[in-house]
């Protein structure tokens, strides 16, 4: 079935620092793509999405691009801040059905001042 | 645009009584809309699907009569845990998507900020 497997956490970094996490896909055709960000006590926000093969989706600075020769839509940021700190899922769109989403496990991400 | 609430953001309750969690799409109609429940640092389960003026599908290993789910209108479904135990202390979330099934393109899920319930 499908399924979404991502870079395992916690993962720490200091302010400023580069950040990338990996997200792989297992897909029956060409799902959408999706990072969603978590904060704490809070429920989760679409930060960025890309619906086609080499679409970028961007915002606040993340980017991810959607791979299909390597079915990955890593997620990066060139510059993280203190208030980057969450959690992030990357997901998939199953396109069958009632088209449900499909969570990755989700990434811990602290950054330190 | 496109904001979902749910109500209660928390609630505490005793074993063996019934909860409601309200979810709410407040600027558009949601046409489907999908109940997760997330436990502590781990990622968001699948309980069931929702449409509007249909019974809800449920995920596999859900109970159904445990967690009833209505869908009464085009804005608003409801989860109801009925006699509540301890193991069902979790965070639950709804989702909202407002396009129409079968239509590629508006397939966006838009989230409640969750409700926290505990059971004692």
């Known amino acids: 079935g499908d399924s979404v497997t991502q870079m395992e956490g916690p993962v720490t970094l200091s302010e400023e620092a580069f950040l990338t996490i990996n997200c792989t896909y297992t897909a029956t055709g060409y799902p959408s793509l999706f990072w969603y960000v978590q904060y704490p006590g809070e429920g989760l926000q679409l930060l960025l999405k890309?619906?086609?093969?080499?679409d970028k989706g961007s915002n606040k600075g993340f980017e991810a691009t959607y791979r299909k020769e390597t079915t990955s839509f890593h997620l990066e940021k060139g510059s993280v801040q203190v208030s980057d700190s969450a959690v992030y899922f990357c997901a998939l769109n199953i396109i069958q059905g009632a088209q449900k989403l499909v969570f990755g496990q989700g990434t811990r991400l602290t950054i330190n001042p | 645009g496109a904001v979902v609430s749910q109500h209660p953001s928390w609630v505490i309750c005793k074993s063996g009584t019934s909860v409601k969690i309200e979810c709410r799409s407040l600027?558009?109609?949601?046409?489907?809309m999908f109940w997760y429940r997330q436990f502590p640092k781990q990622s968001l389960m699948l309980m069931a699907t929702s449409n509007e003026g249909s019974k809800a599908t449920y995920e596999q290993g859900v109970e159904k009569d445990k967690f009833l789910i209505n869908h009464a209108s085009l804005t608003l479904s409801t989860l109801t845990v009925t006699s509540a135990h301890p193991e069902d202390s979790s965070f639950y979330i709804c989702s909202a998507r407002r396009g129409q099934m079968g239509l590629v393109g508006d397939n966006e899920q838009f989230f409640g900020p969750g409700t926290r319930l505990t059971v004692l």
């Open positions: 600027d558009f109609q949601a046409t489907t």
């Open positions: 890309a619906t086609k093969a080499d």
